[in-house]
């Protein structure tokens, strides 16, 4: 299983000091999208230049204008890019054709969608390299949220998947063990006191 480093920063600056920290440990560096639109397409440029050797992922979550939006991204240095699981299917058959055409990939984030094994098939159908499991931060944030849910829909779905909300050190086994092919750690690595050992703890803990 891969790990992925979801950097939610606003500054190209920052993102870059944490990709920095942590990038020995991980596989895939993601710009969270609040800082594509605090900064822009250059920000995915700086971490491409910075790590050309590790899979940078831009967390567009497209919702229309599926093509082009992927195109300026992939052009930019992205290898990964989102559309939304709630977008047209036009859209996201739009945004693979960017990929294609580039030589990469666009995956498609579930969050907000309610059955999401059922969409996840019809979107690999359409081209995804794979389907993001996503519980955005607002729903965290809400009394009795639970990790596990993703992890029933991900090895429902029978489609590569990936796995984002709130994945820890303590999680990060039991995602595994759902048939995850990516763990997105977010603020499990960006909050710690020491970037470099979160980084480093939640590699150890994939078998």
Same mark, same amino acid.
């Given at each position: 299983?891969?790990? !992925?480093?979801?950097?939610?920063? $606003? ?8 990709? &920095? ?12 999208? *609040? $800082?594509?639109? /605090?900064? %822009? ?7 491409? /230049?910075? @790590? *050309? ?26 290898? $990964? #890019? ?7 299917? /036009?859209?996201? &058959?739009?945004? #693979?054709? &960017?990929?294609?055409? @580039?030589?990469?990939?666009? +995956? +498609?984030?579930?969050?907000?969608? &309610?059955?999401? *094994?059922?969409?996840? !098939? !019809? #979107?690999?159908?359409? %081209? ?5 499991? @996503? ?6 944030? !809400? ?13 429902? /779905? ?8 709130? +994945? ?10 759902? %048939? ?28």
């Amino acid at each position: 299983m891969k790990l !992925q480093f979801a950097i939610d920063t $606003l500054s190209t600056e920052k993102a870059l000091e944490l990709a &920095a920290a942590a990038a020995a440990h991980v596989d895939i560096l993601e710009l969270g999208t *609040p $800082l594509i639109k /605090s900064e %822009g397409l250059s920000a995915i440029t700086a971490l491409k /230049s910075a @790590h *050309p050797d590790k899979v940078i992922f831009a967390d567009l979550k497209t919702m229309d204008a599926g093509e082009l939006e992927a195109d300026i991204a992939f052009g930019a240095g992205a290898d $990964l #890019v989102t559309v939304l699981g709630a977008a047209d299917d /036009s859209t996201i &058959a739009g945004a #693979v054709k &960017a990929a294609k055409k @580039h030589g990469k990939g666009i +995956v +498609v984030d579930l969050i907000g969608v &309610a059955d999401k *094994p059922a969409r996840a !098939q !019809q #979107v690999i159908g359409l %081209g995804a390299e794979f389907v993001e499991m @996503h519980a955005g931060l607002d729903e965290q944030a !809400q009394d009795g949220y639970s990790l596990d849910s993703l992890l029933t829909d991900g090895t429902a /779905s029978g489609v590569a998947f990936s796995v984002a909300g709130g +994945v820890n050190a303590s999680s990060i086994a039991a995602v595994q063990a759902s %048939g995850a092919q990516v763990a997105v750690a977010g603020s499990a690595i960006y909050s710690a006191e020491n970037v470099a050992d979160a980084a480093a703890a939640l590699r150890a803990a994939i078998s």
